[in-house]
Structure formats: C-alpha cells, structure tokens
C-alpha cells in the first residue's frame, strides 16, 4: 500500500477496501473517528471460498490506529 504509516490509517482502510472489491463509499463524508469490523465474502477474481475480515480503529485519543487483516479458507461442497 502506498500509505502504511498509522498517520493515513483511514487511507489504508480505504485501500484495503478497494482491493477487496468492497462495495463501500466513503465519498462526501468526514470521519474523524471509526472502529470496526468486516467480513468480505466472494473477492472477485480470488478463490470464492476465501472470506477476508478486517478489524480497523482510527481517530481515537486513547486507541493507537491500526488495521488488521485476516483470511479464512474454507472448501464449500
């Protein structure tokens, strides 16, 4: 990612998003703070049976920024 520094952590998550396909708009919006947490399903173009789930916080005093990654392979019939 071109911004990896927690300075531009909501940039990361918005990266992380758009490789991901997500379908989440953060157009005409400021946010000055945000945590959560989604699951991805069906990434085009990879595997369909890999969900990815991203845990991020950013903006808040008391809560250093971060986002994590994580996938989960599992083989539906």
Known sequence: M?????EFMKLNLI???ECANADIAFKNLTIEEMSGSLTIYK???I???IEMTITFSF????VNDFVEISTRYE???
Request: aromatic letters at 10%; hydrophobic letters at 25%; a negative charge.
């Open 43 to 45: 990434i085009p173009k």
């Open 15 to 17: 990266s992380v998003l």
């Open 75 to 77: 083989e539906f019939d």
């Open 59 to 62: 903006g808040y005093v008391d």
């Open 2 to 6: 071109s911004h990896t520094s927690t």
């Open 47 to 49: 595997n369909e049976n």
